[in-house]
């Protein structure tokens, strides 16, 4: 009896022993994974009817839509309902709402830091890219801290204090055609980096420190002459970035939307939200193949009051009517795809974006 009583016993144990294995298991299946890297794409001045536009103008296939995750963000800066690029950028940035026309910095001129440089602190790499000047207001608030968004040479200036791997993009003569006669290139030189002033260097790079600055003020227009530019730099970008181990933070602005909002150019915003939305479906499939990486697709405003106001329901002979040659205060949309996407959606300030990819990076604080 006693033997039977035994047996019994220890299959009990045997029991419970693979129950709280199966328990362990589903917690663990439970718990989010965390990306190693994250690619914010920031489409200035993109709200939802660029969007719409080229979704009809792509035949209803738009990369983006393979997103699954989709909020919408409040991007007033801190004392004015309609914002400028720095001060929404900074709120994307550092978490912190500031003044419009300031680069991370409060509204007393103290520094914030930015998730680019809490990535450096924490082992991963970093990076920009830009159809813009790098130092202009957008990528200049992911790196730089100034009152003033336009005192470019200060800001070019202050890439030498930090530790990004790659920064891709115009503005050449606010590294080297200086005020002060500083030749910036020389000094980015001597701390290691490759300094590169010619696009077509940029496919046979193989190096891990790069500093592109490829048009002296800005690229031009996608019509006018850039091409494939961004395909290019933002592929580079990943790949010297997927080199590091810890994983990176990559930045990627297609800046020349809001400049044709500003127009009221519709073929001008068209044309640049095609090329952006071609690029998220790169950018897409990187994530895709790599498991590891969140992808998150927004804006840091609305530009030009855009409406569709006519057409055909195949997209074509599409009509529009702008309201305004400046921002608006809409909502904007952000896609996220990949671990963490989930944290991205529902209706929020910009300054949450940062505190969502502090949250899905597991950076506990930013000092």
Request: include cysteine; proline fraction near 2%; aromatic fraction near 8%.
């Amino acid at each position: 009896m006693k033997k039977y009583f035994y047996l019994i016993i220890l299959f009990a144990i045997i029991t419970a022993s693979c129950d709280i294995k199966k328990e362990q298991k589903a917690n663990t299946e439970q718990q989010p994974k965390k990306p190693k890297n994250i690619i914010l794409m920031i489409g200035d001045g993109m709200g939802l009817t660029q969007m719409y536009a080229t979704y009809k103008v792509k035949k209803d296939n738009m990369n983006i839509a393979r997103c699954r995750h989709i909020g919408l963000v409040n991007t007033s800066s801190i004392d004015e309902l309609i914002t400028d690029s720095a001060a929404s950028g900074t709120a994307m940035a550092t978490g912190e709402k500031t003044r419009n026309g300031h680069i991370s910095v409060d509204t007393a001129g103290k520094r914030l830091k930015t998730i680019l440089e809490v990535a450096e602190a924490n082992g991963k790499a970093s990076g920009l890219v830009a159809t813009a000047a790098i130092t202009h207001a957008t990528p200049a608030s992911f790196i730089a801290h100034n009152p003033d968004r336009n005192d470019y040479e200060a800001i070019a200036t202050d890439f030498l204090d930090t530790g990004i791997d790659v920064f891709i993009g115009g503005g050449l003569d606010h590294f080297d055609k200086r005020e002060d006669g500083l030749l910036l290139t020389d000094s980015l030189k001597a701390r290691g980096y490759d300094v590169m002033t010619e696009k077509e260097e940029l496919l046979n790079y193989q190096g891990n420190q790069l500093a592109a600055l490829l048009y002296a003020k800005h690229p031009p227009k996608v019509y006018e002459g850039r091409q494939d530019f961004l395909e290019k730099a933002s592929n580079k970008a990943i790949e010297t970035l997927d080199k590091d181990k810890d994983g990176f933070f990559l930045m990627i602005e297609s800046s020349q939307i809001d400049w044709g909002g500003h127009d009221n150019d519709a073929d001008y915003v068209i044309q640049e939200t095609v090329e952006f939305d071609d690029i998220v479906g790169k950018v897409l499939d990187f994530a895709e193949k790599d498991g590891e990486t969140l992808v998150i697709i927004t804006a840091d405003h609305e530009t030009g009051g855009m409406t569709v106001t006519g057409g055909s329901l195949d997209g074509e002979n599409l009509e529009y009517h702008f309201s305004t040659g400046h921002h608006t205060p809409l909502f904007v949309p952000l896609f996220a795809y990949g671990p963490g996407a989930e944290e991205f959606t529902g209706i929020y300030e910009n300054t949450a974006i940062f505190d969502k990819m502090m949250q899905v990076f597991g950076f506990e604080n930013k000092e």
